[in-house]
């Protein structure tokens, strides 16, 4: 799969810089005090990377050396559809959903923030390696009952329990390192005779961008 640069997808490394940093810093933003004492909550089981944010829940059933087998559990998330290039889509929806959890929603109900910033890819032959419509979802804890939102481009999306091909990378991720990662995650896959679904992966994003180092991104495969 041929990566484009950040010229031919038409950004300047620093225009791409910058709008990464708009789409995540703001939510972020609000756990500067939570990341001084980092300590993990007793009793808490969620992976050091969740940083104590709630996280859908799963059993790893399997590591080789390059992926992760992970089994999940049913989770319930909010979505918006994102039409565009990747950075100004994902910049859109996660300014979208952030409002709906600040408050912007039927009730007027703060959300607290959750991990990972799931987007849906769907990956292209093209040299961008991906099309333009995308999925941008806050994964919701079971124990808050989502209200209504007010925007009708947000809806509810329940994710049945499932197993997941996962692979890790540091960093920090950008639309080209996540579609480079998902071909790596995919050859892995099939040399391995893994049967799961071609025609999208998600893309995770679990850190803020002043973390500059420990960083951990994700990319999905459901199994086929």
């Avoid at 799969?1 to 038409?10: D, L, V």
Wanted: net charge negative.
């Amino acid at each position: 799969m041929i990566t484009a640069t950040a010229e031919q997808s038409g950004y300047s490394n620093s225009s791409m810089t910058n709008l990464f940093i708009l789409v995540l810093l703001a939510p972020f933003g609000v756990l500067l005090a939570s990341e001084q004492n980092e300590v993990q909550k007793p009793g808490d089981e969620s992976p050091w990377f969740c940083h104590n944010l709630d996280c859908p829940k799963y059993t790893l059933v399997k590591k080789y050396e390059t992926f992760e087998v992970r089994s999940y559990e049913a989770s319930r998330w909010m979505t918006t559809e994102v039409e565009g290039r990747y950075m100004n889509a994902v910049s859109k929806g996660f300014m979208r959903l952030f409002r709906y959890i600040q408050g912007d929603n039927e009730a007027g109900q703060n959300i607290p923030m959750t991990a990972p910033v799931a987007v849906a890819v769907y990956p292209t032959a093209d040299s961008t390696g991906m099309g333009k419509s995308h999925s941008v979802s806050f994964f919701i804890p079971p124990a808050i009952d989502p209200p209504k939102p007010k925007d009708a481009r947000i809806h509810t999306l329940n994710v049945p329990a499932g197993t997941v091909y996962v692979r890790s990378f540091g960093g920090f991720a950008m639309g080209t390192t996540d579609v480079d990662q998902a071909k790596v995650l995919a050859d892995d896959l099939k040399t391995e005779g893994l049967s799961f679904d071609e025609t999208s992966f998600v893309a995770a994003g679990y850190d803020p961008p002043f973390r500059p180092i420990n960083r951990h991104n994700e990319v999905w495969y459901h199994e086929a």
